[in-house]
Structure formats: structure tokens, C-alpha cells
């Protein structure tokens, strides 16, 4: 008999070419697999797993929340198969919890939304960190920031930030929160909330955020005016270093109704090791 179970992956992105299996590089989830087919019969092929995730992050993204879902022999309790494969992940990848669920469980059915951290620096950067967030020149202004933030909230076409667009039916999302957090003067958290992004959609959103500061014009009132800066922050990407995905969350865990309203509760700490304060 095979048991459904559903883990929450912690991984830092710098060595892997993102999350999804790509040919010639190594990703989050073949590296996943190798450990999960490392405790199985030898006779167990990719079928045999039933694989389902939540995100493909991007080359160097890194992730808090990665929820997978897979299937394993039920002689293996959750504890005991958390510990083995976790004996057999290399040191920048952790699966932090693993529940079994109903084997007819579907991740994909169950995702409310995501929160995504993206963090900035400003200032020289630093080659110890140049992996985990962007080093930018400019001195942010924070209210113009704010500014920007608050206009990514609501339902809006979300094309202007995002790669690959024919490759959906609709490119409109809602952000519930996008705010900065400071965590240094020179530190920021671009913190947002959504029920589902679009490619590259946070990198473009922060690069268009830097492009504003740099330009040192005044953020707009409307969202539709921010695309109105004439410059190359409409092909500007951020680098996927700085980029977390902190939290996915899912009706079986969060209520359905409330989840959007609930402070952000994770990130902050995984972050703070890095800072004085």
C-alpha cells in the first residue's frame, strides 16, 4: 500500500536551475527525487510517485514554503520518512514538515494563494550575500515605495509583469497586501500577497520598483500610470537571488475566507540571523 504525503520544502536556490526538472541542469526537484528514490524499491519509476508541487520557482529563487505532494509505502511513518530523505538532501535543501493526506488529494485544488519576499539592499554589494538579495545603487525613497506598493493591490492585468504571456488564459491576479518592511536602513522586504502570480511576475514588479527610485520621479496615483515611465524598466528583470517564496497556503490548512487577512508570519525570521537588529 502507498500513502499520499504532503511536505513543506525549504531550499536555498543558488545551485539549481530552478525548480522543475530541465534538461542538462540540476533543479529542486530532481534532486528531490533522487533522495525520495533513494529509499524506494529499485523497480519504482516517476509514475509510480504521483509528484505534485505548488511552484516552479526560477534559477536562484529560493523557497520557506514549497509544498510537494508524492507517494510513498505506508510502512514509512511521516517522521520516519522525513528523517530519511532528509539524511539524503544536501545541506541548502530540508523538507520542514510532512503530513499524510487522502491519496485522492490534489495540491493544485487546494492552493489559495502565495506570499513572496523580495529582498533589497542598497549600497556596494556584498559578494557574501550576492546570491540572496539585489544590491541596488540608488537610496530608496520609502514613502515613494509605499506608494508604489499600494497600487499593486487589487485585481489588475498583471501583463506588463510578466514573461510568456500567451502561455495563459487570463493574466489577471489579485494582491491582497504588498508592502515594504525595513529591516536596516539600507535593508528592505518587498512583502506581497496573491492568489497566484504569473512568470517572472515579482522580479519584473520589483525591477519597475527600482526604476521609479532611480528615476526619482513621483509614483503616480493609478496603477495603469505606472507603465508610463519612459525608460528600460519595462524589460528590466530583477535577479531571481533576491526572491523567496515564504508561504503557500492552502484551504486544508487556512480557512478559505480569512486566510488573505492574516499578518505575515514567516520570512522575518529565516532573514533576521542576517542583521544587527
Known amino acids: ?104 488529494f490534489v495540491l493544485r485544488d487546494v492552493v489559495l494563494g502565495k506570499d513572496y519576499y523580495y529582498w533589497l539592499s542598497f ?33 489588475h492585468d498583471f501583463s506588463y509583469f510578466a514573461k510568456n504571456m500567451k502561455q495563459y488564459k487570463s493574466t489577471v491576479c489579485r494582491i491582497y497586501k504588498a508592502e515594504i518592511r525595513v529591516i536596516e536602513q539600507d535593508q528592505w522586504l518587498l512583502q506581497i500577497r496573491g492568489n497566484r502570480f ?12 527600482y526604476a521609479w527610485l532611480k528615476s526619482k520621479k513621483p509614483i503616480p496615483n493609478r496603477y495603469e500610470d505606472l507603465f508610463t515611465l519612459t525608460c528600460q524598466a519595462s524589460s528590466l528583470l530583477a535577479p531571481g537571488g533576491g526572491l523567496y517564496l515564504v508561504k503557500t497556503w492552502l484551504s486544508t490548512e487556512s480557512d478559505p475566507l480569512t486566510w488573505h487577512l492574516s499578518p505575515y508570519d514567516r520570512g522575518t525570521e529565516f532573514l533576521s540571523h542576517f542583521f544587527s537588529s
Open 1 to 104: 500500500m502507498w500513502q499520499r504525503r504532503l511536505i513543506s520544502l525549504s531550499y536555498q536556490g543558488t545551485a539549481y536551475s530552478g525548480f522543475s526538472s530541465s534538461p542538462n541542469c540540476i533543479t529542486v526537484k530532481d534532486t528531490l527525487y533522487h533522495s525520495i528514490f533513494s529509499i524506494l524499491p529499485k523497480a519504482t519509476t516517476a509514475e509510480n510517485l504521483g509528484f505534485q508541487y505548488s511552484s516552479r520557482t526560477d534559477k536562484g529563487v529560493h523557497a520557506l514554503d514549497q509544498k510537494c505532494s508524492f507517494l510513498l509505502p505506508s510502512y514509512f511513518s511521516d517522521i520516519k520518512a522525513m528523517q530519511l530523505l532528509n539524511e539524503r538532501l544536501p545541506g541548502d535543501m530540508k523538507i520542514v514538515n510532512m503530513v499524510s493526506v487522502d491519496n485522492s
Open 123 to 155: 549600497g556596494p554589494r556584498d559578494p557574501f550575500f550576492s546570491s540572496l538579495r539585489w544590491s541596488i545603487p540608488c537610496i530608496g525613497n520609502l514613502d515613494s515605495a509605499q506608494q508604489y506598493c499600494s497600487l499593486l493591490v487589487g485585481e
Open 198 to 209: 504569473l512568470h517572472h511576475m515579482i522580479r519584473f514588479i520589483t525591477g519597475f520598483l
